[in-house]
């Protein structure tokens, strides 16, 4: 980390002439090992910081209201004025940073102009969630820089508004959470409804986790993201009129998917005269089922029947969400033929991105 961070102050005094009183500060990427398409109805999700993050070298530039980015793996630096910070959506690179800018002055945080170096390790588009360490990042240095007292939980309900609001991805809570939140050799079992939260060790023996890069990048704002957004609310709305309909008070219908259960779902799915709908919340609700068994079975030690569920997950979103595509559907396949494969599934928003993987640390060259 020394030499990355010496690199950094250089690139830094090159692109912007001094690197007088520059910090760093630092945000995660994250994998999600099972839980995928249900933080945003309410579900559990059980996501794990990574060792691969975005660091900001970050300093007060000495004017009112000009903010720069750079990065170190793009040409050029790209700037906006606070005083008009809505024109930063239209920027070719940092409307991540500048919608978390926003919710920080929202919230009172006095910015002022500053200088920002991003240095990532995480792919874009590898569904590692590099845009929520980016804000999870931003966050953390433009608030301690300017006395804003909040903490990382706070900074990443507004990182996931700035996401939603500002960048126009109607995304979750968990990757900011996962990213502020992560703890070294544990995952985090999050109710993305209330925000309740705990830390389960994440012990895999003679095993370790592959993350396999499709290398096919996942644009979320421009995918089918958004779309599944709507069918799920759609799922929601027929729910909803089953439960009335069978007999129980408009008071007492439930507000979320998640909240629903597999026997719910059997109970209420004839009402639904659209398949597609019909899939989509199957793939949550059962999903939402399968993540409290893979904690449950994790803290039984049962790493063959976490596999099982990874494996389970897969299919449900590849099948009934239709969130996968040809080139992650390769990648699970082959590594379900791998006989030192335990589990494997997509991970991320989908439509390209990464899988995950299980896999025995005797045979990681085999598998590679």
């Known amino acids: 980390m020394k030499n990355r961070i010496n690199d950094i102050k250089l690139k830094f005094k090159a692109i912007f002439g001094s690197d007088e009183g520059l910090r760093f500060f630092a945000a995660p990427g994250r994998v999600n090992l099972i839980g995928e398409h249900i933080d945003y109805c309410g579900g559990y999700v059980f996501p794990a910081a990574l060792t691969l993050d975005n660091v900001v070298a970050i300093r007060k530039n000495g004017t009112s209201g000009t903010v720069n980015l750079a990065a170190t793996d793009l040409e050029g ?28 002055i929202k919230k009172g945080c006095k910015v002022e102009g500053i200088d920002m170096l991003f240095d990532g390790t995480i792919p874009f588009g590898s569904g590692l969630s590099s845009s929520a360490s980016i804000e999870l990042a931003t966050g953390i240095a433009v608030s301690t820089l300017f006395g804003g007292n909040f903490d990382n939980i706070e900074l990443a309900l507004m990182g996931q508004s700035a996401e939603n609001n500002f960048c126009d991805v109607n995304c979750g809570i ?13 995952a985090i079992m999050l109710n993305c409804g209330t925000l309740e939260y705990k830390y389960v060790p994440l012990d895999l023996g003679d095993n370790v986790l592959i993350l396999a890069n499709t290398c096919k990048k996942h644009a979320l704002g421009a995918s089918k993201y958004n779309e599944r957004r709507h069918e799920v609310e759609v799922g929601l709305s027929v729910m909803q009129e089953a439960e009335k309909a069978s007999g129980v008070n408009a008071s007492d219908v439930k507000n979320a998917l998640c909240e629903y259960t597999p026997d ?15 899939n989509r919340v199957q793939h949550v609700i059962y999903e939402n ?9 994790l803290e039984a ?3 063959q029947g976490f596999g099982k569920l990874m494996r389970e997950a897969n299919q449900s979103i590849r099948y009934l969400y239709e969130a996968t595509g040809d080139e992650l559907d390769a990648m699970y396949d082959a590594a379900e033929n791998f006989d030192g494969c335990i589990g494997s599934r997509m991970c991320g928003g989908g439509f390209g991105g990464c899988t995950v993987n299980i896999v025995n640390r005797h045979r990681i060259d085999d598998f590679k």
């Open 77 to 104: 630096i790209y700037s906006f004025d606070l005083n008009d910070i809505e024109k930063a959506r239209d920027l070719k690179w940092g409307n991540y940073q500048a919608g978390v800018i926003k919710e920080l």
């Open 264 to 278: 719910d779902f059997e109970k209420y799915s004839a009402a639904f005269t659209d398949n597609i709908i019909k």
């Open 174 to 186: 968990m990757d900011q959470f996962a990213s502020g939140m992560g703890k070294e050799n544990h």
């Open 301 to 303: 030690g049962d790493l």
């Open 289 to 297: 089922d399968r993540v409290k068994k893979a904690v449950s079975v």
